[in-house]
């Protein structure tokens, strides 16, 4: 097996949760790591992984723009190309809703967790051990672009024409994409976003929603690693794709294996938004209007509305 030095790319804009995240990430390595901190705020005092195994930690300061992804972008550039494998973390607090923190908490611990007896997480090792896999989103978020493409269109479009990609919007639909912007990648997959042309891109910060430069990378980080031939998948695929490596699986295999093995109705923190444009269109399209215009404290109880609906029509399907 190939161990590499994995490098840590994580956006700090709270520092109190970088502090705990930064004892989880203490917690999980029993090897060398680097880890690189981008902030928005210069004057902000940041915690630095206390482990024996860090290599190093660097800062990079940043402006307040593109919100974690143009940071990350950023942080590639200048780190260059002597790490082959990292992970993209930020310090998610969605405080628009009330279960930020267990969001968070949930994305980074299955990204770190550790296969039984193991002293690394196990995504690192099979990515180490494996090289056809190109990115793993956090357990049950590699999540369908069915009805997730519409309102950031234009700026799929900019992105792709930018990073001279091939796009068919249609197509997109019937993909999936990395929800949340955290991940294991492999560094060769993300070589297109080198281009400081992509920068100019972003836009000023106004608490968007969607829409956004960013949200539109969100939704090709995934595409960028399978254009480059690699298998992206998430973290609940982890155990049977490592097990299928072992066995000598051809690539057909593990391509299949990746997304079968695919949970994503399982996720507690994000609406099923396909079903609910099957099941309810009209309702949808109301919503889909309203997204951007509700204040915060509205949008959490139109949310929690729809949580309930999908538990009822749930619970009577099952009776």
């Known amino acids: 097996m190939n161990r590499t030095v994995p490098v840590l790319f994580v956006h700090v804009f709270y520092a109190d949760v970088w502090a705990e995240m930064a004892a989880e990430i203490a917690a999980s390595f029993d090897r060398p790591f680097e880890v690189v901190v981008t902030c928005p705020n210069p004057a902000l005092d940041i915690a630095t992984v206390d ?18 992804v143009l940071p990350f972008v950023r942080a590639l550039r ?3 190309p002597n790490f082959e494998i990292g992970l993209k973390l930020h310090t998610k607090r969605s405080k628009h809703r009330d279960d930020g923190e267990a969001w968070r908490q949930h994305l980074t611990g299955t990204l770190l967790s550790h296969a039984d007896g193991e002293h690394e997480p196990a995504a690192l090792a099979l990515m180490e051990a494996e090289p056809r896999i190109g990115l793993v989103a956090p357990a049950h978020h590699m999540l369908s672009l069915e009805s997730r493409v519409g309102l950031n269109a234009r700026a799929l479009r900019r992105v792709a024409d930018t990073l001279k ?10 993909d999936h994409f990395a929800a949340s912007s955290m991940f294991w990648f492999r560094r060769s997959a993300f070589d297109p976003l080198l281009t400081p042309r992509l920068d100019a891109l972003f836009e000023r910060e106004k608490g968007q929603l969607d829409g956004t430069t960013a949200h ?11 254009e480059k031939g690699l298998i992206a998948t998430a973290a609940e695929a982890v155990p049977a794709l490592t097990r299928a490596v072992r066995e000598g ?3 057909e295999a593990l391509q299949a294996l990746a997304r079968s093995e695919l949970r994503p109705l399982d996720n507690p923190f994000i609406l ?8 309810h269109p009209r309702l949808m399209l109301v919503a889909h209007h309203l997204y951007h215009h509700l ?17 009822r029509e749930r619970s009577a399907g099952r009776s």
Do not use: C, K, Y
Not at 52 to 59: D, S, T
């Open 249 to 251: 699986a051809s690539t």
């Open 51 to 68: 482990s024996p195994h860090l290599v190093r930690q660097r800062r990079i300061d940043v402006e307040n723009r593109g919100r974690d």
């Open 165 to 174: 990609m091939p796009l068919d919007l249609d197509a997109l639909e019937a």
């Open 295 to 311: 204040p915060r404290p509205l949008f959490v109880v139109a949310r929690l509305g729809f949580r309930i609906l999908m538990r």
């Open 216 to 226: 539109a990378l969100e939704r090709l980080f995934a595409r960028l690693a399978e």
């Open 272 to 279: 099923p938004v396909p079903e609910l444009w099957r099941r």
């Open 78 to 80: 200048e780190v260059g």
